[in-house]
């Protein structure tokens, strides 16, 4: 991943699975898409009932331990088109998500347990940013599921 002007390791584990041809590009980076596993398509079914949307893609992260992270970011890609809706969904360990306003002031911290959906829409991508930082505190795997639609 380009960061700062220099390529670096994830610090997590990742997947994209999406529909044919629709891949994702950030920090001058291109992921190819994979077809859908049953598993996740039955996810995404559930998740745009509930949101109601029509998600056509998901980022899989794997968080291995407390040491994986994700630092401060906004999801605005042009291909997640303006205002997109963003559906995360947490599976293993709790880990505390952050988020802030892109003009400063203090961050606010959520506790994401195993099954908890976070939905980001409306300007959430335009007016602030978020991330997973590392712990101090040890910690076990934790899989997140973000569901986007990508604008064709």
């Known amino acids: 991943m380009l960061m700062f ?3 670096i390791d994830i610090p997590r584990l990742q997947a ?3 529909d044919a041809e629709l891949s994702y590009r950030y920090s001058k980076m291109t992921l190819a898409p994979t077809p859908w596993l049953p598993v996740l398509t039955e996810l995404r079914n ?3 009932t509930f949101c109601q949307a029509q998600f056509n893609a998901v980022l899989v992260n794997c968080y291995r331990d407390h040491k994986d992270s994700v630092g401060w970011h ?3 890609e042009v291909e997640l088109g303006k205002n997109p809706l963003i559906a995360s969904l947490s599976f293993g360990a709790t880990r505390d998500f952050q988020l802030k306003h892109k003009n400063g002031g203090e961050s606010i911290k959520l ?6 959906l976070l939905v980001m ?3 959430s991508q335009e007016y602030y940013q978020h991330a997973l930082p590392k712990s101090r505190i040890e910690k076990s795997m934790r899989i997140n599921l973000t569901f986007r639609e990508i604008k064709k």
């Open 5 to 7: 002007g220099r390529v």
């Open 16 to 18: 994209w699975y999406a």
């Open 46 to 48: 559930r998740v745009n």
């Open 74 to 76: 906004s999801d605005d």
């Open 111 to 116: 506790s994401l347990q195993s099954g908890s």
């Open 121 to 123: 829409g409306d300007k």
